[in-house]
């Protein structure tokens, strides 16, 4: 039977001459695999809607180990970032992040509606770069059970190794970002030392609790290095 779930191509590889692997982050399964048959011939109406951003409705029948992807109408490709490297690369980070901390077949909203107001963020540019990836990463875990908790006495936030020695306008910032609903999320801005802040402790928190070495995000150094 075909199923209709909406979602965002994480993942798009060549399979075979003509076929295409893509892995879908939906609202209603959750990561799945998807085959899109005939996606890499000229011309096959699966061909752009498999790219990885494309965000929207996904046709799919699901088999016994994967799902076959039908047909698709994408609502936002978020073609502003296709022309920006280092925009581009953190959006594809996002998504590597996202395909991490998401599991097959487990309903997936919140990590999708993060993931595409994320990108979003990126393109409006209304704060910077570097902030967007803090928040998004620093919210993402805290969906996927990873998040600080805060001590009243202490006036600070802790995690599983200590204290999170920061400012007080910084631990605000935190604040915001575990708890503002997703469509706020990106309302705010923040003075440079508390950006410094955000980088160095919630970079040190993602590294703590991944084991992957993230491949978009080493280009996005080289990038932003030059």
């Known amino acids: ?47 752009a809607v498999t790219e990885p951003m494309c965000f929207g409705s996904f046709f799919v029948y699901a088999g016994r180990d994967s799902y076959s992807v ?50 979003l963020a990126l393109e409006k540019e209304a704060i910077p770069d570097e902030l967007v990836r803090r928040v998004f990463e620093l919210r993402m875990m805290a969906i996927s059970g990873y998040a600080p908790h805060y001590d009243a006495d202490k006036g600070a936030y802790l995690d599983d190794m200590g204290v999170w020695k920061l400012s007080e306008a910084a631990t605000y910032t935190v604040g915001q970002i575990l708890n503002l609903p997703l469509n706020k999320l990106y309302s705010f801005t923040v003075s440079e030392r508390v950006l410094a802040e955000l980088e160095k402790t919630v970079g040190t928190f993602l590294q703590r609790n991944s084991d992957k070495q993230f491949n978009t995000l080493k280009t996005l150094k080289q990038l932003t290095e030059k």
């Open 70 to 119: 039908d047909d698709a109408t994408i609502d936002n490709y978020f073609p502003k970032l296709k022309n920006d490297l280092e925009k581009l690369y953190t959006g594809m980070y996002f998504l590597e992040v996202a395909d991490y901390f998401t599991r097959e077949g487990m309903r997936a909203p919140k990590e999708l509606e993060l993931v595409y107001r994320s990108l």
């Open 1 to 47: 039977m075909k199923q209709k779930v909406t979602g965002i191509v994480l993942l798009s590889a060549a399979i075979g001459e003509y076929d295409k692997r893509v892995v879908l982050l939906t609202k209603e399964e959750g990561r799945i695999t998807a085959f899109a048959r005939g996606a890499r011939r000229p011309k096959n109406h699966l061909s």
